[in-house]
């Protein structure tokens, strides 16, 4: 997964969790399922403006990289769409992949920011019926009156014009600018002081933490920290140069 490496890198958050041990589902009792459920409406929930992941077999390090220590068992995405699915006041939108990563397997949810508040029609669990649990920096938390409030007062246009106010990073702005034009740039990408590596690519996603560019000699697709990055003009190629620092 391409985007593995950098979110390994990032800090728990309202769009990240590391989870160890896979949840417990099968055989499981409902107060046990309810940990699952009460997670994925988290961080649905949550305030944030790019979307969400939990990795599955990955150990929290505080202060340094996430250690991949790998999932034995896996859940088949369509069976957790309907247990989740089936329990809340509408569709949640959310997705289960496993990655093979350092020779370990990692299940992957993400979560895209969407409508909210979700919230259950029944209690499930540990997990109450009209309660709007949301992901509050590492921690779930449950939503005061006037959150919940402000949920269902602002829709997908208004919270997308309301992050348009604020101050956008000049990188991610010329890297959606190089995206929306199809334009190639120069990715200049500083593995360490005597590794540098330049290749011409194509931006192919980008969001407040992450660009993603696909390689046009390989096809090959990098992603890397957009806090690591720097944008500047190559004249004599007269393109685009993106400079990736390397990891402190």
């Not at 939108?93 to 993400?110: K, P």
Request: proline share 3%.
């Amino acid at each position: 997964m391409f985007l593995m490496e950098e979110l390994l890198n990032e800090e728990e958050g309202t769009t990240l969790d590391f989870k160890r041990d896979q949840y417990a589902f099968e055989k499981a009792s409902d107060d046990q399922k309810s940990e699952l459920l009460k997670d994925i409406l988290a961080f649905a929930n949550a305030w944030r403006r790019s979307d969400a992941y939990i990795l599955v077999g990955v150990e929290d390090v505080k202060g340094g990289r996430g250690k991949v220590v790998g999932a034995t068992q896996h859940f088949d995405d369509g069976a957790i769409q309907q247990f989740v699915n089936a329990k809340t006041n509408h569709p949640v939108t959310f997705s289960y992949e496993v990655f093979s990563f350092e020779g370990a397997q990692v299940g992957v949810f993400h979560i895209p920011i969407q409508e909210r508040p979700v919230f259950l029609k029944s209690n499930f669990g540990k997990v109450k019926k009209h309660e709007v649990y949301l992901r509050r920096g590492s921690s779930t938390a449950i939503a005061a009156p006037d959150e919940i409030a402000k949920m269902g007062s602002v829709s997908m246009k208004e919270l997308q014009a309301e992050s348009s106010t604020i101050k956008v990073d000049p990188v991610v702005a010329e890297l959606r600018l190089e995206q929306e034009r199809g334009n190639t740039v120069l990715v200049e990408d500083f593995v360490h002081t005597f590794n540098i590596r330049r290749f011409q690519c194509k931006v192919i996603e980008v969001n407040d933490l992450y660009a993603t560019f696909r390689i046009e000699q390989d096809n090959q697709e990098i992603s890397r920290s957009i806090k690591r990055m720097s944008v500047s003009y190559e004249p004599m190629m007269k393109m685009k140069l993106f400079t990736i620092a390397p990891v402190a």
